[in-house]
């Protein structure tokens, strides 16, 4: 089973890379202003989960440089359950007026980041 879904994992990878959305190409000064904007933001995810690529592939299309973090090592993994509330991925880490939202969801977050950015 773990030999399937890794091969699955990199399958997945690999046709992610060939067909990789185009980045959204924005004026510097426009991109620099969502920048700032996404440093408050954090994906948590796997790097071969199809879900966790569909974020990041909606990312890419929308130009946006959101950091992310590998939720199977540590200390992400902790900050996920303890904060977030549960072992899924993607989860959105949404930091905004000093108050955090932890969103699970691949299409709540796509949503999120549609009507944020789009
Ligand atoms: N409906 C969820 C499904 C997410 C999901 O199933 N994620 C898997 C990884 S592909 C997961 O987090 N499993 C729990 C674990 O691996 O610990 C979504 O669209 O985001």
Redesign the pocket.
Known sequence: MFIIRWILGRIILFLNFVFSPKKRQRPLAEQQQIDTQTQALALYQ?PA????V??RRAMRRQGLNIVTHD??KAPHKDELVAQGG??????LRIEENGQVQWL??????INYLDQRFA
């Open positions: 796997y989960c199809p879900f966790c569909k974020v939720a199977k549960k072992q899924q991925v993607p989860c699970y969801e691949s299409k709540e977050i």
